[in-house]
């Protein structure tokens, strides 16, 4: 079946960077746009970054431009953000996704374009 497997959060302080990783299975992955969201307790659930089936697109949340990269690599089904000057406001469990449909800077933050969600990998960043 189709399955997402996120790994990679874990604790760091303030500057520091991390790189998440998705893991995927049971399609072809390389056929969808895939992104990242995160969400915070009490809070909706946020677009951080998205990236189309070639990975030759990317879109970025304004609060994350510039820190983190979205990647794939299609011959590992493999999706990554890489996450660098961390900051507190960054904490939160992170979710990759795959897109149902295409996106474009616009639309891609719209959760009901997703039907695929990983379980999550928890990023804490302390000041």
């Known amino acids: 079946q189709v399955q997402l497997v996120e790994s990679g959060g874990g604790s760091v302080q303030a500057g520091g960077s991390l790189r998440l990783s998705c893991a995927a299975s049971?399609?072809?992955?390389?056929?969808?746009?895939m992104a990242w969201f995160r969400q915070t307790p009490g809070k909706e659930r946020e677009g951080v970054a998205a990236?189309?089936?070639?990975?030759?697109?990317?879109y970025y949340a304004a609060s994350v431009k510039g820190r983190f990269t979205i990647s794939r690599d299609n011959a590992k089904n493999t999706l990554y953000l890489q996450m660098n000057n961390l900051n507190p406001e960054d904490t939160a469990m992170y979710y990759c996704?795959?897109?149902?449909?295409?996106?474009?800077?616009?639309?891609?933050?719209?959760?009901?374009?997703?039907?695929?969600w990983g379980q999550g990998t928890q990023v804490t960043v302390s000041s």
């Open positions: 049971g399609y072809t992955y390389s056929s969808y746009s």
């Open positions: 996704a795959r897109s149902q449909t295409g996106f474009n800077s616009a639309t891609w933050p719209n959760e009901a374009r997703y039907a695929t």
């Open positions: 990236i189309s089936p070639s990975g030759g697109i990317t």
